[in-house]
Each structure stands twice: as structure tokens, then as C-alpha cells.
């Protein structure tokens, strides 16, 4: 009796394993691995596009289907982007709990890589034109010589350009995408819809 009596449970504990592991967990795992997951904004950088609290859609397919060459228009001027800062700058990690570690960070690229980006004047200008920036709060922007995006980079700004409020490309140049989650250019709360361009 006994030993049947364990066969029953090592049998239960296996098919409870199959259906809660197999059938409920791996299925999360890959969606929020491959498809999307919830970004919650966390400071005021992105003012007054993003407030901190907002929950975004943040979506991985986009980074997925580049890295496996099968194309699509990532990532474009004007995404709001998930990213970490690059690892070799002094910006790109902080300690919580005594554990260092590198946050991510939500930005607006404002170029890509092989554009010529600078501040003139207070103004962003690619490629020599100035941008029109209807989603940036004003605020002081400090000027900075035209630098190229190496390959496989973008330029990222906070839309707070007020000074002080957005660590950004104007404090750690380029981003690297293999330092990038996606895309997060919709809003699921409070307002939820598109978040504008």
C-alpha cells in the first residue's frame, strides 16, 4: 500500500509540474521574453510626455526581429525607448539594498546611427536641420559640437530638458542596442493610447 501510495503523489507532483511549469509559466517567460511586458516610468525625465507612476507597453518583438534579420523599421526617430545606459559610463549603474546594478531607463531617440547630432543655440539639430521638439518642455539645453551615431547606436534625450532633470546621451553619448529592451511608445495608465510623436 505504501508503495503504491507514493507512486500516486510522484505521479501527481508530475503532471502539477507539467501543467503549472509546461503549460503556465514557460508560456509567460516567452511572451515577456520575446513579445512584450508593463515598463512603470520612475523619475521626471521624460516630462511632460511621461509622468512618473505611467505604465507603458513595452514591446520585444521589435529588438527580436532585427537581432534575427527579418527587418522591420527599428528603432525610429521619435520611439520612446527602454534601454540601459552604456556600461562603461560612470551613470550606468546604481546600488539599492547593497546591490549594484544597471536600471533601466526610458528616453526619446532623436537620432540613429550614421546621423550628425548636435545642440546649437538650445536646439537639437540632425543632419544640420533643427528639430521641431513639440513634445520637449523648454528648459536650458547646453550646446554641444555635431558628433556622428557610431553603428548599431542611437542618441537619446529625456523630453525634460530642463537642466539637471534628464541623464541622457548629452551626459553618456550613444546607446548601444544590444543595451536596448524595445520600444515602449504606448501608454496602457492612466490615459491610455499612443503616446504622441
Given at each position: 500500500m505504501k508503495a503504491s501510495s507514493a507512486q500516486s503523489s510522484s505521479s501527481a507532483?508530475?503532471?502539477?509540474?507539467?501543467?503549472?511549469?509546461?503549460?503556465?509559466?514557460l508560456?509567460?517567460?516567452?511572451?515577456?521574453?520575446?513579445?512584450?511586458?508593463?515598463?512603470?516610468?520612475?523619475?521626471d525625465s521624460m516630462?511632460?510626455?511621461?509622468?512618473?507612476?505611467?505604465?507603458?507597453?513595452l514591446l520585444k518583438y521589435p529588438r527580436w526581429q532585427r537581432a534575427?534579420?527579418?527587418?522591420?523599421?527599428?528603432?525610429?526617430?521619435?520611439?520612446?525607448?527602454?534601454?540601459?545606459?552604456?556600461?562603461?559610463?560612470?551613470?550606468a549603474?546604481?546600488?539599492?539594498?547593497?546591490?549594484?546594478h544597471r536600471p533601466y531607463n526610458i528616453k526619446r531617440v532623436v537620432a540613429l546611427a550614421g546621423d550628425s547630432v548636435a545642440v546649437q543655440d538650445g536646439r537639437v539639430?540632425?543632419?544640420g536641420r533643427a528639430l521641431t521638439e513639440a513634445y520637449a518642455s523648454e528648459g536650458?539645453?547646453?550646446?554641444?559640437?555635431a558628433q556622428r551615431v557610431p553603428p548599431?547606436?542611437?542618441?537619446?534625450?529625456?523630453?525634460?530638458?530642463?537642466?539637471?532633470?534628464s541623464l541622457d546621451s548629452r551626459a553618456y553619448g550613444p546607446v548601444p542596442l544590444r543595451d536596448v529592451a524595445g520600444p515602449a511608445d504606448l501608454r496602457l495608465w492612466p490615459q491610455p493610447g499612443v503616446v504622441r510623436r
Open positions: 507532483l508530475a503532471r502539477a509540474w507539467r501543467t503549472w511549469i509546461v503549460g503556465a509559466l508560456p509567460v517567460y516567452l511572451f515577456t521574453t520575446f513579445v512584450g511586458t508593463l515598463a512603470r516610468v520612475d523619475g516630462d511632460p510626455t511621461l509622468h512618473s507612476g505611467d505604465v507603458l507597453v534575427w534579420g527579418l527587418g522591420g523599421a527599428y528603432p525610429r526617430r521619435g520611439d520612446l525607448l527602454v534601454f540601459k545606459a552604456p556600461a562603461d559610463s560612470p551613470y549603474y546604481e546600488t539599492v539594498w547593497g546591490v549594484r539639430t540632425v543632419n536650458f539645453v547646453q550646446d554641444q559640437p548599431a547606436s542611437v542618441w537619446v534625450l529625456g523630453d525634460n530638458r530642463r537642466l539637471g532633470e
